[in-house]
């Protein structure tokens, strides 16, 4: 009998022990190899501009040890890139960087994806929303722009990425709305990223391109195009100072661009731990600073949980503001 407790107190301590180590390991989780980021569209749109700028950050700052990639994988109105992340449920190693374009296209049926399955990580920024011409276009400002969708919605093309039905689609939608012509009638033309958009606007294929500052600043210095405004609540800065809101215009539409990071489905609470404290520490640099400045970016974080609860919410504005412009079925 007392040989017997001895061995049972012996492999109950044995098993306590084992709990402990695993969950110590648990606790210090952390990648142990490549950390990809997959960036729905492609290279140097704005998505790609803010995988690219926190991969730099982080290994600059080595907040990740790990050695970290991105990879471009666009198409499908996001599809492409959520179904090559499906594939890899429980990797804490794969991160995906997003906008609201899957909230959209999950509405109107262009993803067909489980997107609420997968892991919210963080928020990190929101981007205004430009509209622009080329220099010599005879669209002088944003009351020009939305005299003409006024007067024929369809007479002038819009270019933009990477999917219809999503923040650029609607704050188009959304000018023509405010003067009372049907939104349904624009001429949406989509493309792969901002910079492809931006692109076929130079190329005399677009009058109009929707995107937001880091696919056009460059453009923007050398006098190539003309940004007829911007729907922001207030002007930005920089380059931009100078340039109107289209509420300063009298056209009463304010919309942007959120910038997020997801990770693939049944992630652990370990896992996002890390990447919360990661991102965490990534707002704090001083190179985070700058790339905020310097991209005209505003700051809007949110650890996981809350963007959790913000993309559900999220999804039901989208879902109303679609329904009210005719893209979706009420």
């Known amino acids: 009998m007392h040989c017997t407790t001895i061995r049972l107190r012996a492999a109950c301590a044995a098993f306590v022990i084992g709990l402990a180590v695993t969950a110590?390991?648990?606790?210090?989780?952390?990648?142990?190899?490549?950390?990809?980021?997959?960036?729905?569209?492609?290279p140097g749109s704005g998505v790609d501009n803010t995988a690219r700028t926190l991969q730099m950050i982080m290994q600059a700052s080595k907040l990740v040890e790990a050695p970290m990639s991105v990879i471009n994988k666009p198409g499908g109105s996001y599809g492409v890139a959520l179904n090559y992340l499906s594939q890899f449920a429980g990797d804490g190693q794969r991160l995906m960087i997003q906008t609201s374009t899957p909230l959209s296209a999950l509405l109107t049926g262009q993803i067909t994806v489980d997107y609420f399955a997968f892991t919210p990580i963080a928020n990190l920024i929101t981007e205004?929303?430009?509209?622009?011409?080329?220099?010599?276009?005879?669209?002088?400002?944003?009351?020009?722009?939305?005299?003409?969708?006024?007067?024929?919605?369809?007479?002038?093309?819009?270019?933009?990425?990477?999917?219809?039905?999503n923040a650029y689609h609607i704050a188009?939608?959304?000018?023509?709305?405010?003067?009372?012509?049907?939104?349904?009638?624009?001429?949406?033309?989509?493309?792969?990223?901002?910079?492809?958009?931006?692109?076929?606007?130079?190329?005399?294929?677009?009058?109009?391109?929707?995107?937001?500052?880091?696919?056009?600043?460059?453009?923007?210095?050398?006098?190539?195009?003309?940004?007829?405004?911007?729907?922001?609540?207030?002007?930005l800065g920089g380059a931009l100072a100078s340039i109107p809101t289209l509420r300063e215009q009298g056209v009463d539409v304010v919309f942007d661009v959120p910038r997020s990071v997801i990770g693939p489905k049944g992630l652990t609470p370990e896992q996002v731990k890390y990447w919360d404290g990661v991102f965490q520490r990534v707002i704090k640099t001083p190179a985070w600073k700058e790339a905020l400045e310097k991209n005209q970016w505003d700051e809007d974080y949110m650890p996981s949980a809350e963007l959790a609860k913000h993309l559900k919410s999220q999804y039901n504005i989208l879902k109303d503001v679609l329904s009210e412009l005719g893209m979706i079925k009420p």
């Open 24 to 42: 110590s390991c648990a606790a210090d989780w952390k990648p142990d190899r490549n950390v990809e980021f997959t960036v729905p569209t492609g």
């Open 128 to 165: 205004p929303i430009a509209f622009m011409v080329r220099a010599d276009s005879p669209i002088a400002n944003g009351r020009d722009l939305a005299a003409r969708i006024k007067a024929d919605p369809g007479s002038i093309s819009i270019a933009l990425a990477a999917a219809r039905g």
């Open 172 to 235: 188009a939608a959304l000018i023509a709305r405010s003067v009372g012509a049907d939104g349904r009638k624009l001429k949406i033309v989509v493309f792969g990223s901002s910079a492809d958009a931006v692109t076929a606007l130079m190329g005399g294929h677009v009058d109009v391109a929707s995107a937001t500052p880091g696919a056009f600043l460059q453009l923007l210095e050398t006098k190539k195009i003309r940004i007829t405004g911007v729907a922001s609540p207030r002007r």
